[in-house]
């Protein structure tokens, strides 16, 4: 997601919160020292989960003499309501990380400084047409799909066969294994949730997740709080082995496990995915904004793309990136993802959420 629809939404959340990236809101440098051929520092507002691609912020400093300090503050919501609130006085130059979920609301609020990117035409059309008017702000970074996970050691052990598709998630066999994340809450969860009424129109989303609920389901805050807490496959003690999490949770689980796994022990479920794209762009207001627009026309880069699958565990939205062997080998490509016209996430979103929220936890 959506972002197809939605991160990272959050996606918000994303898988690249397993490499144990930096939490909380603070500027932090993504380098110590300052070389003396620096004429500019930028400041680029992301969420918690990115993680800068080793040597790209050293390569983007060599190139054009500009430094990067980078600001992380929580999920995609939050990044998209702190531009909003500091429209006036930006606290950054450039934001990457706003999604399908949030994309609308952030251009209706004009947080980004129009422009044209020469990187744009690098970008599959598939991944590029479907945002229209908005790609005057912002362009699509990455992608990537949020589906069902599961414990592949956790099944194999029992000999119980792992759930296919949305419908086993209720099936009684599958009681009390099951996590999902508030969509309220978690850019995950909101991809769960469009995926549901996506499967089940009309009102029979409802029934599916009434289903859920008396299949013994745990509803949590977010994607780390699933994956560390509550995933048998995560970073704890956790007893359910099912969990909503991103198509590229198995090279990942290989690429963290220090060289522990040769193949992954969590796998996707090509059903019910929601693809996410990623954007960036220049912040209306900065006062550094050609050096921003360098930094985006960098972010689209051939140098830059390809070091995207192994430090965040997306898809390059460029075309022709070539894809670690690690990553084609064991990250799901979702036949047909669900997608869903970022307009109409924008218009419906805060109707989904509280028909839900009425649903579920009221």
């Not at 507002?45 to 390569?59: C, K, S």
Request: net charge negative; hydrophobic share 40%.
């Amino acid at each position: 997601m959506v972002s197809t629809y939605i991160r990272r939404l959050t996606l918000a959340v994303s898988v690249s919160v397993l490499a144990g990236c930096a939490s909380g809101s603070s500027g932090t440098s993504v380098k110590s020292t300052r070389s003396p051929s620096v004429t500019t520092e930028i400041t680029l507002l992301t969420h918690n989960a990115f993680v800068m691609p080793q040597g790209m912020a050293e390569l983007f400093e060599q190139q054009t003499g500009v430094s990067i300090k980078l600001l992380q503050d929580g999920d995609t919501g939050a990044l998209v309501n702190k531009a909003i609130l500091t429209r006036d006085n930006p606290q950054a130059d450039v934001l990457f990380g706003v999604d399908n979920a949030f994309l609308s609301r952030a251009i209706e609020q004009k947080i980004f400084a129009p422009g044209a990117y020469r990187a744009l035409d690098a970008i599959d059309t598939e991944h590029r047409d479907q945002f229209g008017d908005a790609l005057r702000f912002v362009v699509p970074v990455d992608y990537g799909d949020v589906c069902i996970n599961y414990d592949t050691a956790w099944f194999a052990e029992r000999d119980v066969a792992p759930p296919k598709n949305l419908d086993d998630l209720v099936d009684p066999k599958y009681s009390g294994l099951t996590i999902v994340q508030n969509p309220a809450t978690s850019s995950p969860g909101l991809a769960f949730l469009i995926a549901t009424r996506e499967r089940y129109p009309g009102d029979a989303w409802k029934e599916y997740w009434r289903a859920l609920q008396r299949n013994n389901v745990l509803v949590v805050d977010d994607w780390t709080i699933a994956y560390q807490a509550e995933f048998t496959a995560g970073g704890g003690e956790g007893s359910r082995p099912i969990m909503i999490s991103y198509a590229s949770s198995p090279p990942a689980d290989v690429f963290y496990s220090e060289g522990a796994k040769t193949k992954p022990t969590i796998a996707a479920v090509d059903d019910g995915c929601v693809r996410q794209y990623e954007f960036v762009g220049v912040l209306a207001g900065s006062k550094h904004e050609v050096a921003g627009r360098q930094l985006v026309e960098f972010m689209l880069s051939n140098e830059f793309q390809r070091e995207l699958p192994l430090s965040n565990f997306v898809f390059p939205a460029r075309r022709e990136v070539a894809l670690p062997q690690m990553f084609s080998d064991f990250a799901l490509v979702p036949e047909s993802p669900v997608t869903i016209d970022y307009l109409a996430i924008g218009r419906d979103r805060s109707e989904w959420i509280r028909e839900w929220i009425a649903l579920v936890l009221g």
